[in-house]
């Protein structure tokens, strides 16, 4: 029987499903996410079988709702907290960091704060620089905080239903680009550790370490570079914290040349800190020197030309990698 | 050690009258010798970092949390030693927390502003000024869905009605009836400004505009302020919704232990006459007295057992160890 296949979105909220069934403290907040089932569709039907009070919509107050979140963790709840758009992060900083991060460690591991934090990153969406952000840097830069970065339905499925089920605050980064993609799932009860690379294909003569979006841009990057000749791993962190700094050092060992890439800012970011990994844990094996791709220093334009140039793509991973190999 | 360390008989109501009010002023004698202890530990330099005393708001942190029970939560402030005494914490281990103890009850963590004790529902003092409303209204939203008829009370100084989340959440307790009593303890002062330099409009139109429950209270009256709560978390746990109550009150000492110099700000006098003729154990010993509860020697040995009984916190603190160094990355993550 050929396997299933769902879309990134419908994985998601089959998580969801599943979750809430198996353990009423399961409640969603956020803005439009009811009936309306957000503006991507991700919760729709969710409402239906659950109802409103465990799937609530909010005023448009990220503060106030996440912080709502965080108490109602901390009290016997398993909240999971739909911000809209990874932009609106923003709102909410004070709630994630000064208190969901730190209750625990702050209160001498007394409180806990089991929460989620589903929200978006991507750019190309013409959404311009207030819709476009991804900015999952800085919550991987706060103790205390567990982030998630899946890159297919599979992935999405399995790692949502282990941080719902994770005792430390959460927060899931879904690319808005691909809720529409398609992949196989697997119709059993599954879930996915978080912490655990996944090598998304295995190579030979350049590692492309791959952080959500930018896995299948790499993934299609090396078919190109195959047919040059070159064979690339593909390798997808699926976490940046808890981070498998193994699996990534073990690719870069194998094939002495890699190239870090991420959709957030590659300044001060995730790439920055993978490079950084690789660079303590296989410099004298690197053949040619760690190479960083991530969205441009600038806000993200709207034009449709400017915007596109901002992220890493196909084409500038090929080109980008044939170099590193000398071709 | 501690003489009083929960109430649940007086959450069952079986203390009378002059029990229930000799208690009161029990706890708020020991919120203030416990304050008398810290400033002593700080000018001794035993201490590491500052701390915000309470002495001067006791009746407000007494006399609600006299009116709940011991697994109603609550959430505190920077200011919050008050708080977690009333609610029911152990001197002892406040102190050692204060001290950066292994026998704390963060186990050194967290230290004077952020103390939390899960077996008295103080889900933890906050050093961000209303940083807690969140969490309160989420603990509330907690018991309502859990239906364990839990109330939530939400202590902050009035320098928190200057942060946007406490209307996102007074908003969201309306719209959702969450049995959550936000406290706004008006010590007149932000930090170093007068609140009228702060604060436009009135305090209570605040709550008025989402349609909250809001009244206000003398907050140096622990029986007006037990009156009043009593009533709030009767109707919130009736499931009536959330309250908001202003408490007027005065700190005695500056921001911190170590704002000495005040008058840039503040006039010697005013503090005198909030010393003089508004202090909140004065008022209700008189009251005690007047209504033949207690006479002022009762009074007095109340006094000198709650100080021998802090002095022994202090001692057990001073003693206890620190944590080990290897404790420094654990509880990160649970």
């Not at chain 1, 294909?201 to 070159?230: F, H, N, P, W, Y």
Request: aromatic fraction near 8%.
């Amino acid at each position: 029987m050929p396997e299933r296949e769902l879309t990134f979105a419908q994985a998601v909220r089959e998580a969801l499903a599943e979750e809430m069934r198996r353990d009423s403290r399961v409640c969603i907040f956020g803005e439009d996410v009811a009936e309306a089932g957000t503006p991507f569709k991700v919760l729709s039907g969710l409402v239906e079988e659950f109802g409103r009070e465990r799937v609530l919509d909010t005023p448009i107050s990220e503060a106030g709702f996440t912080g709502i979140g965080v108490g109602a963790a901390m009290t016997g709840i398993r909240p999971v907290v739909d911000i809209m758009f990874g932009d609106f992060l923003t709102l909410t900083m004070d709630q994630m960091v000064n208190q969901a991060a730190k209750a625990h460690y702050m209160s001498g591991g007394h409180w806990k704060v089991p929460m989620v934090m589903r929200t978006t990153l991507g750019a190309t969406r013409r959404s311009a620089a207030q819709h476009s952000q991804s900015l999952h840097a800085w919550f991987s830069h706060v103790p205390g905080l567990k982030v998630v970065l899946p890159s297919t339905p599979c992935d999405a499925k399995g790692l949502l239903k282990t941080a719902i089920r994770d005792e430390n605050p959460v927060v899931f980064f879904e690319d808005k680009m691909m809720y529409k993609l398609k992949g196989p799932v697997p119709e059993e009860d599954y879930t996915i550790p978080l912490g655990v690379a996944d090598v998304k294909r295995e190579g030979e003569d350049i590692t492309l370490v791959a952080t959500s979006s930018m896995v299948q841009v790499a993934l299609g990057a090396a078919v190109l570079l195959e047919k040059e000749g070159l064979s690339a791993e593909v390798v997808d962190p699926r976490t940046t914290w808890p981070l498998d700094e193994k699996t990534i050092v073990d690719s870069v060992k194998k094939t002495s040349r890699v190239i870090v890439m991420d959709e957030g800012y590659g300044r001060y970011g995730v790439a920055a800190e993978l490079a950084a990994v690789i660079a303590e844990g296989a410099f004298y094996d690197l053949d040619a020197p760690v190479k960083r791709m991530g969205a441009m220093h600038v806000p993200i334009p709207f034009s449709p030309p400017l915007e596109d140039v901002t992220v890493p793509t196909e084409g500038s991973i090929f080109k980008a990698a044939k170099e590193m190999c000398g071709k | 050690m501690s003489t009083v360390t929960s109430k649940p008989e007086a959450a069952a109501g079986t203390l009378n009258e002059k029990e229930k009010w000799l208690r009161a002023y029990r706890q708020m004698v020991r919120i203030r010798l416990f304050e008398e202890q810290v400033n002593e530990l700080y000018t001794r330099a035993l201490m590491p970092g500052l701390a915000h005393l309470y002495s001067g708001e006791e009746a407000v942190a007494v006399g609600i949390c006299e009116a709940l029970r011991i697994d109603d939560y609550i959430t505190s402030t920077h200011r919050g030693h008050g708080h977690c005494l009333a609610k029911g914490a152990s001197p002892d281990r406040m102190f050692a927390e204060l001290l950066g103890k292994e026998a704390g009850y963060c186990r050194g963590k967290g230290g004077s502003m952020h103390i939390a004790d899960p077996a008295t529902g103080n889900l933890g003092a906050n050093a961000i000024v209303g940083g807690s409303v969140g969490i309160a209204t989420g603990a509330a939203f907690a018991s309502k869905r859990l239906g364990n008829g839990r109330v939530a009370v939400c202590f902050f100084g009035e320098g928190a009605l200057g942060q946007g989340s406490l209307y996102e959440v007074m908003n969201l307790a309306q719209l959702w009836k969450l049995p959550v009593i936000y406290v706004c303890e008006n010590n007149l002062y932000n930090e170093y400004t007068h609140y009228s330099e702060t604060t436009a409009g009135t305090i209570l139109g605040r709550a008025a505009a989402f349609g909250v429950e809001a009244a206000t209270v003398d907050g140096q009256d622990v029986r007006a302020v037990n009156s009043i709560a009593e009533r709030l978390v009767k109707r919130a746990r009736a499931g009536d919704g959330p309250a908001f109550l202003q408490a007027d009150t005065y700190r005695y000492s500056g921001h911190h232990v170590g704002d000495v110099n005040r008058e840039y700000y503040r006039s010697k006098s005013e503090e005198q006459h909030w010393k003089s003729d508004r202090d909140p154990i004065k008022l209700h010993a008189k009251w005690l007295i007047e209504h033949d509860y207690a006479d002022s020697a009762a009074l007095d040995r109340i006094t000198v057992e709650v100080r021998s009984e802090m002095e022994a916190a202090v001692k057990f603190a001073i003693n206890a160890p620190y944590p080990s160094v290897d404790q420094v990355d654990e509880d990160v993550y649970a």
